[in-house]
C-alpha cells in the first residue's frame, strides 16, 4: 500500500513540477521513475529498488492495469480529433500528418534495422510508436517559445492531428505483427488475422459509440452519472472487443472516441473534460511505475554510439526531410522550415503505447522468436530515450534557436475578454472597429449567441480551465480584459492568465467597492482608471452615446494625461502608431505624440 501511495504521490508531483517549471510533465514523470527505480538501487545495500511496479502488480494484473490505462488514454485522444476543426489548418498540416507518418515508419524501421541490428517486426513497431507528438509536449513548449502565427498553427495542429492518427499507426502494426507467424513479415495468415482484428475494433468501436450518442441525445442519463457511465462503456467496450478478437480493444477504444467527438452530442464537453481527468490521474501513475520498472542493463543497452547515431538519424535526417517534402511549394520562409524541422517532442503517447506493446511482446503473447523478445525489451528505454533527449534538447534550445532565426512573433495586439457579457461585447465591438483582433470566452449560451450575433469569434468555456490554455493561440492575443459581473472570477482570471501574458498585460473592471474607494490607493490595471464598476457601466453604455477618436497632437506627461482624460465622457484605450492597444487605466504613465484615443461622448 505505502509502494502504491508513493507511486500516485510521486505522479502528482511530477505533475505540478511540470506545471511549475514550465516543461512538459512527462519528462518529470519519467525522471522521477527512474530515481525511485533503476538508479536507486546504487543506493541500497541489496540492489533493490526504493520502489518497483513489478512488486505492486503481479503477473497478468500488471499487465491488465496498463492495458486498460492506455486504452483510456486513447479514448481520449481520440477526443480530441474534431474533424470540422481541421477544415481549416492548411494544407501544410496534411502533408505533415501523410509524410510525417509515412517517412517516419518506413525511414524509421530501415534506420533502426540497420543501425541497432534489430528485425523489421521491432523495428517497423519502433517506427511507429515515434511518430506520435502529442498537445501535452508541444504545447508547453510554444508558449515558452513564442514563434510567429504560422510556425505556432503548424506545430499546434500537427501535435494535436499526429497524436490519434500516431496511435492508431502503431497499434495496426502491432496487431499485424500479432497475427503473423514468428519468422515472417508478411503472410496471408498475418493479413487475414489482421483483417479480422481491425473489423472487431472498428465494429466495437462503432457500436458503442452509437449507442453512447443514443442514450446522451435522448436524455437517458441524469447529469451526475453521464460520465460515470461513459467511463464504464469505454472499459466495456475495450473487454468486448477483445472478446471478438485479442488485442482489438486498444483500436476499439480509439475509434470510440473519434467518432464520439465527431458526433452531435451536446454534452461532449463535459465528458472530455472528465477523461482529461481521468487520464491525468493515469498517466501520473502509469509512467512513473513503468519508468521504475526498468533496470540499468535495460539503461546500459543505449549507452553506445549506435542509440546515439539513431537518435540523430530519427530527429535530424528523418524530421527535416518530412518537413521539407510538407512544405515545397509553400510560402513558409526557409527560416520558418528549418525551425519546425527542429521542433519535434514525442510525448505521453508514444511512452505509453510503448509500455504495453513492451509488456505483451515479452510475455509471449506475440507469436515472435526468443531473439525478437530480447529486441523486444529495447523498444520501452528506446522510446523513453526519443523522449526524452527531444524534450530536454528542444526546451533547452529552442526559444534562442527561434530568436536566432528571427521566428519569434511579435508582440500581439489581439485582447482577449474573460466574460462576454454586455460590457465585454461593449468594448469588443469598439475594437473590432479599429481591427483589433479579439475574442470572447464565457459559458453562458446566452452571452455567446449574443456575441455570434454581432460575429465575434469566441471561446466556449471558461479561459482558465487548463484545457483552454492549452488550446488559445496566444500568438493572436497579448493582453486579457476581465469584463464579468463577478469581482471575484475577474480577480482569479488576471492570476491565472498573468502566467501566460505577464502581470502588466491583464486588466479587470474594478468592484463597487474599488470605486467607493475615494481616499485610498486603488489596484493597478483597472479598466477605465476603476471609475466604473460592472453596473454602472452596463447603465452608462446604454445611453445614447457616439464612439468618438481623436489623434493626439503632442506627448503628455502622466499628470497631463490625468487632466487630459478627465475633460472626456468615457476613455475607453489608446491606440499606438503600430497599432497596439493600450486601455485607459491609472498605470498610465504617458500620451505620445501620434497615439490616437478612443473614447465615448454621451449625447445629451
Known sequence: MIELAGLIGLGFFAQWLGWRIKIPAILPLILIGLLIGPFSTFFTSDGSKFIDGDKIFHGNLLFDVVNLSVGLILFEGGMTLKLKETKNVGSVIWRLLFFGTFITLIGGAIATHYIMGISYRIAFLFSA???VSGPTVIGPLLRNVKPNSRINTVLKWEGILIDPVGALTAILIFDFILSGKPNELFTFFALKGFVLLTLSGL????????????????????????????????????????????????LAVTVYG??????????????????????????????????????????EALANFHSLFLFIVIIYVLRPLV???????????????IFISYISPRGIVAAGVASLFTLKLTQGIAPITPAQVEE????????????????????LTAKPFAKLLKVTRQEPNGILFLGASEVGLFIAKILQQYHIPVMVSDTSEQNL??????????????????????????????????????NEINILGNRTISSELGMNKVFRLASKMEVEMHNLQKPQHLLFRGKHDFIGLSTLIRKKHQVKHMKIQKTMDQEESIDFLDQLDLPVFIIHENNYVTPVTDSLNEINEGDEIVYIKFNE
Open 323 to 337: 518537413v521539407l517534402c510538407s512544405t515545397l511549394g509553400t510560402t513558409l520562409t526557409w527560416k520558418e522550415r
Open 449 to 486: 449567441r449574443e456575441a455570434k450575433r454581432h460575429r465575434i469569434p469566441i471561446y466556449e468555456g471558461s479561459i482558465l480551465s487548463d484545457g483552454a490554455i492549452e488550446n488559445v493561440d496566444f500568438s493572436a492575443y497579448g493582453q486579457l480584459f476581465s469584463t464579468t459581473s463577478n
Open 129 to 131: 510508436l515515434i511518430i
Open 258 to 299: 473519434m467518432i464520439l467527438a465527431n458526433s452531435k452530442v451536446a454534452s461532449l464537453k463535459s465528458i472530455l473534460s472528465f477523461k482529461e481527468d481521468v487520464t491525468l490521474i493515469l498517466i501520473s501513475f502509469l509512467f512513473v511505475m513503468l519508468s521504475s520498472r526498468m533496470n540499468i542493463s535495460d539503461l
Open 376 to 395: 523486444a525489451k529495447l523498444l520501452l528505454p528506446l522510446t523513453f530515450m526519443i523522449i526524452v533527449g527531444t524534450v530536454v534538447l528542444q526546451g
Open 203 to 250: 465494429i466495437s468501436g462503432g457500436i458503442a459509440a452509437f449507442i453512447t450518442t443514443k442514450v446522451l441525445n435522448q436524455r437517458l442519463l441524469p447529469d451526475h452519472l453521464k460520465n460515470t457511465v461513459i467511463l464504464g462503456f469505454v472499459i466495456a467496450t475495450f473487454a468486448f472487443s477483445d472478446l471478438l478478437h485479442a488485442e482489438s480493444g486498444l
